[in-house]
């Protein structure tokens, strides 16, 4: 893990035509291998927000990535991960996401818990060319 920012660090402000708005992730997250670097804005599902509350933020979302504040602040614009409890409320947020005509689904992801490490860190484990030399060994 390289950033890890909870809340309400990773909370954004920025000017919209409609005013001041703030988004508030639940985590942002940088993780990285030697040759790999992934952002992400990270959602928590519960799975008690009503599907309309999630539509509303992933709009909120896609109005601060066309802002470009990010873009500007990290060169970059983090994927965005929905983490639901169970497939059973993953396939109910993704049908929700993918009907909303209005949004970009490809800003969204959303995943189950099960699969939040593979998704967050898709990295192999961590693998070494070179043995320590015996002289380089501190006790």
Not at 81 to 98: G, K, Y
């Amino acid at each position: 893990m390289l950033e890890l920012e909870p809340e309400p660090v990773c909370w954004r402000t920025f000017q919209s035509g409609s005013g001041v708005l703030t988004l508030k992730p639940d985590l942002l997250a940088v993780t990285a291998d030697s040759e790999t670097e992934s952002h992400f804005f990270i959602e928590v599902d519960r799975g008690t927000e009503h599907l309309p509350a999630i539509r509303r933020k992933c709009d909120l979302y896609q109005r601060y990535y066309r802002d470009g504040s990010e873009e500007r602040l990290r060169g970059l614009y983090p994927a965005v991960v929905w983490i639901a409890p169970d497939e059973l409320r993953a396939n109910a947020m993704r049908e929700a996401i993918e009907k909303d005509r209005n949004l970009d689904t490809d800003l969204f992801t959303v995943i189950t818990t099960e699969d939040a490490l593979s998704t967050l860190a898709p990295y192999g484990p961590p693998t070494t060319t070179d043995s320590p030399r015996k002289e380089d060994h501190h006790p």
